[in-house]
């Protein structure tokens, strides 16, 4: 079955960075569109990047030029290096993968079929 783990997270201040990673199993990694998603208190889940058509990236307007997703088909991980981190990151984010999606990038969160457990990032 697939298995999506997330790891990273942690707390940081403003302006600082971290890079975070999802180790995926039990699919044919480089096929999928895989996405990081994000979770605050109060707020519905937000999509952050996501990597499709095995190379084309798309982001949230919030997070470019800030954030930047990519991938080692080798060890089968997904990675968010995210850079001049502000408050308003804060919040647990997701790793998501789907075997079908395809195009225009930027997919709601209900598209994904399979999700990572999240990891915390707070940024003060």
């Known amino acids: 079955h697939v298995q999506l783990v997330e790891s990273g997270g942690g707390s940081v201040q403003a302006g600082g960075s971290l890079r975070l990673s999802c180790v995926a199993s039990?699919?044919?990694?480089?096929?999928?569109?895989m996405a990081w998603f994000r979770q605050s208190p109060g707020r519905q889940r937000e999509m952050v990047a996501d990597?499709?058509?095995?190379?084309?990236?798309s982001y949230a307007d919030s997070v470019k030029g800030r954030f930047t997703i990519s991938k080692d088909d080798a060890k089968n991980t997904l990675y968010l290096q995210m850079d001049s981190l502000k408050p308003e990151d804060t919040a647990i984010y997701y790793c998501?993968?789907?075997?079908?999606?395809?195009?225009?990038?930027?997919?709601?969160?209900?598209?994904?079929?399979?999700w990572g457990q999240g990891t915390q990032v707070t940024v003060s």
């Open positions: 998501a993968a789907d075997p079908y999606l395809s195009g225009s990038g930027r997919f709601p969160a209900e598209w994904f079929n399979y």
């Open positions: 039990g699919y044919i990694f480089t096929t999928y569109c």
């Open positions: 990597i499709h058509d095995e190379r084309t990236e």
